[in-house]
């Protein structure tokens, strides 16, 4: 029996792209490593301008397993959907969400609508559209980041407003929307601590819920304590330096059992699958609001989600192997069927 062909799929990523999508290359060429260490073969692939291309060379190769590491297309992530539909219409076994819950995920208005209406807690908001036919939620301080664009895109201090009236709010909004790809919205900000949860599917279609972190920002830094793009990203600026992720939340017990609840119920609602994150702000007297889900984060070796498996016992390999295995599960094969 040969052993299991996973190809690995990413977005084409020009040599002078931003630094979260040059992550994309790392994180493909850092699993791959992880699935030879499994013993599996690997190919790498690449979603480009002609997704025919990509097509025909998954159709010649036939793996056995697609793992899913697309983020964006043409550059911009609500296309990254199209992974999972042509992976989907070839009857190809991948990792991770399809594209419907990619969709509903990758709106951050309609994924707050829908997380409102099922119960969860979410901050108040409201999207350009919104506010040009007169709906508000109120005054007060708001965050706008983009609506559609992951990777913190256009995000950083300005962005964190307090308004008073809509007018106030709408003109902030049409200017930041071109930096966050043409469209934006407006979230209540909550004004606290902040956390990172990841959540790693199980066998039998469970999910489990790996070790909370929480992002710890410097009080010395001016300008609220958020993880924007250059906080993220840009590895030698003092916002990068100025926030650290620490697990030790000795005394939050009753905290994280919350939090790690709501992820769950995030994780059912969204039909999530494989791996995914959630993200929370916890404000004065411990009220906690979810502020982004998302169902492909990234697992590079540096990445909090595997920071996360780290400390529930899981090296990079082993995280990287329990993905694939929950795909062919969810398929109804097993290692062993697939090249017998």
């Not at 599996?40 to 998954?58: C, K, N, Q, Y």
């Not at 999910?207 to 250059?230: C, K, N, Q, S, W």
């Not at 494989?274 to 070796?301: E, H, K, M, Q, T």
Request: a negative charge.
């Amino acid at each position: 029996m040969s052993p299991l062909h996973v190809a690995v799929v990413r977005e084409s990523v020009p040599d002078a792209a931003s630094p979260d999508a040059l992550d994309t290359v790392l994180q493909a060429r850092s699993v791959r490593e992880s699935l030879a260490r499994c013993g599996w073969r690997t190919s790498e692939h690449v979603l480009g301008s002609d997704p025919s291309a990509l097509e025909a060379a998954l159709a010649h190769r036939r793996p056995d397993v697609v793992f899913n590491l697309v983020e964006s297309c043409h550059g911009v992530s609500s296309l990254a959907c199209l992974a999972p539909a042509l992976f989907r219409k070839a009857g190809l076994v991948y990792t991770g969400a399809d594209e419907g819950s990619m969709s509903l995920a990758g709106d951050k208005a309609l994924a707050r609508r829908l997380m409102h209406a099922a119960g969860l807690p979410v901050p108040c908001g409201a999207t350009l559209g919104e506010l040009q036919r007169g709906v508000f939620p109120g005054p007060g301080r708001y965050i706008v980041k983009a609506r559609f664009e992951d990777a913190s895109l256009g995000l950083g201090p300005d962005c964190v407003v307090e308004v008073r009236a809509r007018e106030e709010l709408l003109t902030v909004m049409k200017e930041l929307a071109p930096r966050m790809g043409g469209d934006c919205v407006a979230e209540g900000y909550v004004s606290g601590r902040e956390f990172n949860l990841a959540l790693l599917a199980e066998q039998g279609g469970k999910v489990r819920a790996l070790p909370l972190a929480e992002m710890v920002f410097d009080a010395a830094t001016p300008g609220p304590a958020i993880l924007h793009y250059a906080a993220k990203w840009e590895q030698d600026s003092a916002d990068y330096a100025a926030s650290s992720r620490s697990f030790d939340l000795a005394g939050d017990e009753s905290l994280v059992r919350e939090m790690t609840r709501i992820g769950v119920s995030c994780w059912e609602l969204f039909s999530l699958a494989g791996y995914a994150r959630i993200d929370f702000r916890v404000g004065d007297g411990g009220l906690v609001r979810i502020i982004d889900v998302n169902p492909n984060p990234c697992i590079s070796p540096d990445a909090g989600f595997v920071a996360a498996a780290r400390q529930a016992g899981l090296d990079h390999a082993a995280l990287v192997r329990d993905i694939v295995l929950d795909a062919l599960e969810r398929a109804g094969r097993g290692e062993k069927t697939c090249r017998a």
